[in-house]
């Protein structure tokens, strides 16, 4: 057995047995070439030292949060978090609370404002009835005069002595001798056709037992004015019939025909429209008549065009056309011609 040499100063000592055994099982000896798997675990082992400064620097300048970097919140993101909530609530509350309060401003300022439009028309409606109040007193005190003036005519007439009453006889003289013979002779009587008639006084009326036509026609008139139509054309009737060529005959031929037309307008409003298509039929008979016989009193035009008014409240417009024109032409200056020309342009652009 040869004898164990000690190692040369300065020589690397022997590798134990395991290294012997390692390169025995395939690992590179000092000297050898590397493979290709050792390679790419070098190349990896490089890309994550050097990767790891990055990270580092990252995380020193807090450039990502914890949560960025391991996914999980820490316990002041959610305080942060919470705060916001919270901050952002209030903001929504505020806005509503905002909104709100300019809703309610502006359903107040509406509010005042229908209120102030009402408070005006209010006004004036009332200004309106006060005056419509005064005419209505005005105008049933005028009645009422009338009626007065009617009444007192009426004692008046009724009240007159009757005229043409004779003389009885021729009185004695006094101390005259009634003996035949002696003195004159004895008085006689003086027959009724010798005697003269009665003179009368000034300012009273000839008593005839009847009133004169301005009476009736006024009184008819007054009843008119109150509403009582029936009455109304009762009277105008009856001036007709007694005083058929008089100066207000026309007048009153008229006035009957506008009783029919206010008794229509009556029913109308009352929602009876058989009566009033009754009465407006009644009214264009009547007041057709006033053109029919009296075609130059004062009343023509205006019955012409009442008519006219009949006949379009009838559904009549054709008829009513004839009458406006006819009222246009031969009435050219009176004071319902501008309303009939407006009547006219008005059914011509239907």
């Known amino acids: 057995m040869a004898p164990h040499t000690p190692p040369a100063l300065g020589s690397a000592p022997a590798q134990p047995w395991r290294s012997s055994t390692r390169h025995s099982r395939g690992a ?59 901050a952002a609530q209030q903001a929504a509350q505020r806005a509503r609370s905002d909104a709100e309060g300019a809703a309610t401003r502006a359903v107040d300022a509406r509010l005042r404002t229908q209120g102030t439009e009402s408070e005006r028309q209010l006004t004036a409606l009332t200004r309106r009835l006060d005056g419509l109040t005064t005419s209505l007193t005005e105008l049933v005190a005028r009645v009422d005069e009338l009626a007065s003036r009617v009444d007192a005519l009426g004692r008046q007439l009724r009240g007159a002595a009757p005229a043409g009453a004779p003389r009885t006889a021729t009185p004695v003289t006094p101390g005259a001798s009634t003996s035949p013979g002696v003195g004159t002779p004895p008085a006689t009587t003086t027959p009724p056709l010798a005697t003269a008639a009665p003179s009368v006084s000034a300012g009273t009326r000839p008593a005839t037992n009847a009133l004169q036509p301005q009476d009736i026609y006024q009184a008819a008139y007054i009843d008119f004015s109150k509403g009582s139509y029936a009455l109304a054309m009762a009277g105008f009737r009856e001036f007709l019939r007694r005083f058929p060529d008089h100066s207000l005959a026309g007048n009153a031929q008229y006035w009957i025909g506008e009783s029919h037309f206010s008794l229509a307008r009556g029913h109308a409003n009352a929602g009876q429209a058989d009566k009033a298509v009754q009465e407006l039929e009644q009214a264009v008979q009547e007041l057709r008549k006033v053109v029919a016989n009296y075609p130059r009193g004062e009343k023509a035009p205006t019955a012409l065009y009442k008519e006219a008014l009949a006949l379009i409240e009838l559904k009549q417009p054709g008829l009513a056309q004839q009458r406006l024109e006819y009222l246009v032409t031969n009435f050219p200056q009176a004071e319902e011609t501008p309303m009939a020309r407006e009547r006219l342009a008005a059914i011509k652009t239907r």
Do not use: F, N
């Open 28 to 86: 590179p000896r000092p000297g050898d070439s590397p493979t290709g798997s050792e390679t790419a675990t070098r190349r990896r082992r490089g890309r994550l030292v050097a990767g790891l400064p990055a990270v580092g620097l990252v995380l020193l300048a807090g450039c990502a949060s914890v949560a960025d970097v391991t996914g999980t919140a820490t316990q002041q993101d959610l305080v942060e978090l919470r705060g916001e909530v919270a």
